[in-house]
């Protein structure tokens, strides 16, 4: 009896923690919901840096990310998500204040931007009357 409980209590473990590709092969839904943690100690952008990471990249998925800033506060929106502040882990890492979206901007030496890796909190209601389920979503850039 002792052995079914843990096979019973292992496999809900197991189910909950299960992560599925979708036939878009450029995206990877995480069916447990992880956090999206702020850094413990938020970098200071420069005007250099921040200017360099603003404008619009197409994402893998069809979906447009814009980063703009106004003054020193960098903002980013992902088409379809509202728009979030972000603060800077490091030069090229940013974490939205709200914990549901992070950005990671692969540079060349000379500061242009090759790809934005985009990690952010979608939210589904597919069923009527359900409650929604949040997820993260992963995408590249396109090139």
Not at 32 to 46: C, D, F, G, H, R
Not at 100 to 128: C, H, P
């Amino acid at each position: 009896m002792k052995r079914i409980v843990l096979l019973s209590i292992l496999g809900a473990f197991t189910f909950g923690a299960t992560a599925q590709t979708s036939s878009d092969t450029s995206s990877v839904t995480i069916s447990a919901m992880q956090e999206i943690s702020l850094p413990v100690n938020i970098y200071k952008t420069n005007s250099e840096e921040r200017r360099e990471i603003r404008g619009q990249y197409e994402l893998e998925n069809g979906k447009v990310l814009t980063v703009s800033n106004v003054g020193r506060k960098i903002y980013a929106e992902i088409e379809g998500q509202p728009q979030a502040e972000l603060v800077a882990a490091s030069p090229n890492i940013f974490v939205a204040t709200n914990r549901k979206m992070k950005l990671k901007f692969e540079q060349y030496e000379n500061g242009s931007i090759v790809d934005v890796l985009a990690t952010y909190v979608v939210r589904d209601q597919s069923v009527a009357g359900a409650a929604a389920v949040e997820h993260l979503v992963t995408v590249a850039s396109l090139r």
